[in-house]
């Protein structure tokens, strides 16, 4: 029996369009919740959400019943964490802030058994295996796995078809919040040289054949970037849900 099937990496590769979700507020219920709005994939955010391995853990089996596949951010760019998001089941990863083709290469054999890669062999006490009851498991993992990088900064930019390139990236997520501040324009991802700016990526990896991917809360900007070959678009956080919902009730009845 082979490791399960990643839904949202066939899609990917496919060329399908997918709409995410961020997905920030650590709750296993409200995950739950999210996970029955139909989005295509959530995004569980362990860099800026307050997430460690047990509450993401806990936000993957909460949403396992449902279509949407999970997607986990981890905090930083380390192997670490890499190896414990695996065992704990997410195939998806999101790494932030990969600048260099040689990050990229070091995210990327984290995500691989030897002889590929350097993923250290513990899946006989894994969630991922089902706790060795999935016995091809070491063998057929790598297949399933899906890393996805992160371009957020001018750095990361200009080394674009070199990170993109790299064996075992499977697609490029771009990051404008912090690419706007890289750009002397924190606050202001919205503004027309940041969207330029990330246009004109989303151009040049949808050329090399790459998947790529952003946030974009805003309607408007979301569907340019979908309408420029952005395939992997989350268009909503379950934070912004929740406040803007909240004020809406607040506003309905009695001001």
């Not at 399960?4 to 990917?12: E, I, M, S, V, Y």
């Not at 964490?81 to 802030?97: C, E, F, N, R, W």
């Not at 930019?157 to 912090?178: H, K, M, Q, R, Y």
């Amino acid at each position: 029996m082979p490791a399960p099937h990643n839904r949202f990496k066939r899609a990917l590769l496919s060329g399908q369009r997918q709409l995410g979700l961020w997905v920030a507020l650590a709750n296993p219920i409200s995950a739950e919740l999210c996970a029955r709005a139909g989005f295509d994939w959530l995004l569980l955010d362990g860099e800026h959400g307050p997430n460690d391995v047990r509450s993401i853990l806990h936000q993957l089996q909460a949403v396992s019943a449902y279509p949407g596949s999970p997607v986990v951010r981890i905090p930083v760019a380390d192997a670490t964490h890499i190896k414990q998001m695996l065992d704990i089941g997410a195939q998806t990863l999101l790494v932030p802030m990969v600048d260099t083709p040689d990050q990229a290469i070091t995210m990327a054999k984290a995500m691989r058994y030897p002889p590929l890669g350097t993923r250290g062999i513990g899946a006989a006490l894994a969630r991922a295996s089902g706790f060795n009851l999935i016995p091809d498991y070491l063998q057929t993992a790598d297949a399933e796995v899906c890393l996805l990088v992160q371009a957020e900064a001018r750095k990361s930019i200009e080394n674009l078809e070199a990170i993109a390139a790299t064996e075992g990236v499977d697609g490029v997520f771009i990051g404008p919040s912090d690419l706007a501040a890289d750009m002397g324009l924190i606050g202001r991802a919205e503004t027309a040289e940041v969207i330029q700016v990330v246009e004109d990526a989303i151009g040049r990896l949808v050329g090399l054949g790459k998947p790529v991917g952003i946030l974009a809360a805003n309607p408007t900007i979301a569907q340019r970037y979908l309408d420029k070959g952005a395939t992997f678009v989350a268009i909503g956080t379950d934070v912004g849900a929740l406040r803007s919902g909240l004020a809406n009730i607040r506003k309905a009845v009695g001001s």
